[in-house]
């Protein structure tokens, strides 16, 4: 669009009257004016003015929002004539079309005014730069906190320049906020007169809000404001299983929860969140007390949070015995206090309330006597009633066990033990009461010796013998124990020990066992100690009466190895063996370190003497290491004589190798003097 020149605007008029007025009027509408001077169509005349004179102008404004008028207000130096002004000048030439003012723009940016104009005849210039700010919407979204509180949530690629921002509450507060404090979450809390659904505008703010250059377009959201949380309520905890606690909560409308346990005496997040109603599921060691409690949350994350009373689970054990089940549990932990209060436990029996209640809070047993059946099963379960914000009911897992009701079985009978084929061999009597076709179990425990702890090893239905194949009757005495359980699970009393004979060497001179009794009722009357010649495999019994040790001929050439074993024997003859337990001695050689061969009948050979040897060779060396005699005969020695001739005196080297009865080979080496 061609814009007219005004060019008497900021020319100095002078009084010429109306009809000078008009005329000049005429020649500006009917003759738009082009510039008279020569002009470079390339070049920006704010950077290179091409020796133009210097104009000037001020504006209103040097910053201004989109669609708001800027407006020139002065500064134009005396004597400036044809003025005309370029609102967006681009730094090429310099156009044909000027405007005087008021510019606008439709386009947020930095642009450049450009004042054309003449003084004294010659081009006059003048440039300033103007900024034009966006008015971009703000987007947020509102979030309603306990506590009548509000927190607005802004988008901050939506921040856009603004210098500050406006949040308007919808309940007559205006706060004026800095970038960085809406990127921080900014909320407000409303008095109790407000309205309850108050609507919540952003607006953005450049300047101040007490001296606003403009203002943004206003975003709004409306909002339902929530009361004061209330305390959150566990209204059940329950344990299912040996790993798994069931926890049912309620808490405020529009807050959340998350719950804690108690790990090591101090409260700990699960992780686990949720809102208004619902349950969460533990999975921990449900065999111990576990303590739980509620902390409320909001979208804001009050402060001010709210925490349920401390509830802890139940645990339950149970125990059948004659005629009764007996319940015993840990009391009820969770805290107890003037609002928290312990009201009763209750027994369940096979899912059914039994028994009444119970209000002492230190009861820990209950004995449940009525009308309990031989074998069958009895399922029990403790809960207790706590009331506090709201009720709690605590549930244990159930317990189920088989019902005893029945006469107990008296003494056992007789037992024996008895090492058969390398392994204990357990025989015994049960009760009279325990007929032979009763249906019956046998228990069988072990201990180490006498003074050891009994441990079921076996248990046998309708037996009366056990071998066990784990022990190692040569390593030592293994004592058993035996009980025997009837249908009903009534057992007997444990019979009194019997224990193996363990047979032993506890000296190089002789061997040893325990006195330990394998019988019961009876005795050990007398031990045999049973002789196997280990090289023939001949037997002997030889009678030793209540002797606990027993020593072999040390100078019997033929008792270096020999296999033993006791036969113990009770008042009524009844028998029980030991282990086999081998019993050797060492090869003996005496050696001398000199002999005098001079025919006086005196040491006059050099000859070893043992005891226990078998085979037997015998090598003399010179002090070169020649053989100078040798010998296999271990009644054989050396006479002094080399091919019949006597040895000069001095030292000789021997070399003796023996083998024993058992067949252990024995070297022996050493040095001897030959003496005239």
């Not at 504006?59 to 201004?64: A, E, F, I, P, T």
Request: net charge neutral; aromatic share 10%.
């Amino acid at each position: 669009m061609r814009i007219l020149r005004l060019w008497l605007i900021g020319a100095r008029v002078k009084a010429g009257g109306l009809a000078g007025f008009l005329v000049a009027f005429f020649i500006l509408i009917s003759f738009p004016i082009k510039s008279v001077f020569a002009q470079d169509p390339n070049n920006n005349y704010c950077v290179d003015p091409q020796g133009a004179a210097t104009g000037g102008f001020t504006l209103d404004k040097s910053r201004v929002c989109v669609g708001t008028a800027i407006r020139v207000t002065g500064g134009i130096p005396t004597g400036m004539l044809n003025i005309g002004y370029i609102k967006e000048y681009d730094g090429k030439g310099i156009p044909a079309n000027f405007e005087l003012g008021p510019f606008q723009y439709t386009k947020p940016g930095s642009y450049t005014i450009l004042q054309v104009g003449t003084i004294n005849g010659t081009r006059a210039l003048a440039c300033k730069i103007v900024t034009v700010l966006p008015l971009d919407p703000i987007k947020f979204t509102v979030q309603a906190c306990l506590g009548r509180r509000a927190t607005v949530t802004i988008d901050p690629s939506t921040l856009g320049q603004y210098d500050s921002y406006i949040i308007r509450w919808g309940d007559g507060v205006a706060d004026e906020k800095s970038r960085a404090e809406m990127q921080a979450n900014p909320s407000h809390t409303y008095n109790s007169g407000a309205s309850a659904s108050p609507t919540i505008t952003v607006e953005g703010v450049y300047g101040s809000i007490a001296s606003p250059l403009c203002n943004g377009p206003q975003t709004s959201q409306p909002i339902t404001l929530l009361a004061a949380a209330t305390q959150p309520v566990i209204t059940a905890l329950t344990t299912t299983g040996d790993k798994a606690i069931e926890i049912k909560y309620q808490t405020s409308t529009g807050s959340s929860v998350q719950l804690y346990q108690k790990v090591n005496g101090t409260y700990t997040a699960t992780g686990q969140k949720g809102s208004d109603v619902g349950t969460f599921t533990v999975q921990t060691d449900a065999k111990q007390v576990q303590c739980f409690q509620l902390v409320t949350q909001d979208a804001c994350n009050s402060t001010a949070s709210q925490k349920s009373d401390e509830v802890c689970s139940l645990v339950l054990d149970v125990k059948a015995v004659n005629k009764q089940n007996i319940l015993t549990w840990k009391r009820y932990e969770g805290t107890l206090s003037a609002t928290s209060q312990f009201r009763y436990y209750r027994v369940m029996r096979n899912n059914a309330p039994f028994g009444g209640t119970i209000t002492n809070p230190f009861t820990s047993s209950y004995s449940d006597a009525s009308t309990i059946d031989c074998g069958t099963q009895y399922c029990y379960s403790i809960a207790a009633t706590i009331s506090g914000a709201g009720q709690t009911i605590v549930t244990s897992a159930p317990i189920c066990v088989n019902g005893i009701n029945g006469d107990v079985p008296g003494d056992v009978g007789t037992a024996l033990v008895s090492i058969e084929d390398g392994h204990p061999r357990l025989i015994t009597t049960p009760p009279t009461e325990i007929g032979p076709t009763d249906s019956y179990t046998m228990i069988v425990s072990r201990a180490s010796g006498s003074s050891g702890n009994f441990q079921p090893i076996a248990t046998l239905d309708r037996k009366s013998t056990y071998t066990d194949e784990s022990a190692n009757p040569s390593a030592g005495s293994y004592c058993y124990q035996v009980t025997y359980q009837n249908s009903c699970g009534l057992q007997s009393k444990p019979s009194t020990p019997v224990c193996t004979v363990f047979l032993e060497a506890k000296s190089s001179t002789g061997i040893d066992w325990n006195t330990d009794s394998p019988f019961t009722p009876e005795t050990v009357a007398n031990y045999t100690l049973e002789v196997v010649d280990s090289l023939n495999g001949t037997k002997q019994e030889i009678q030793l009466g209540s002797n606990t040790h027993y020593e072999p001929d040390p100078n019997d050439p033929n008792l270096q190895s020999q296999r033993y074993r006791i036969i113990a024997v009770s008042d009524g003859g009844t028998i029980s063996y030991s282990n086999y337990y081998t019993f050797r001695r060492e090869a003996r050689i005496l050696i001398p370190d000199a002999f005098t061969p001079n025919g006086d009948g005196m040491n006059d050979e050099f000859l070893p003497k043992g005891i226990y040897v078998d085979q037997f060779i015998m090598n003399i060396y010179s002090r070169w290491g020649e053989v100078v005699y040798s010998t296999t005969n271990k009644s054989q020695g050396w006479d002094g004589k080399i091919n019949g001739q006597n040895a000069a005196t001095g030292q000789y080297m021997y070399r003796i190798e023996l083998v024993d009865l058992t067949g252990l080979k024995t070297v022996r080496t050493g040095a001897l003097l030959l003496i005239r």
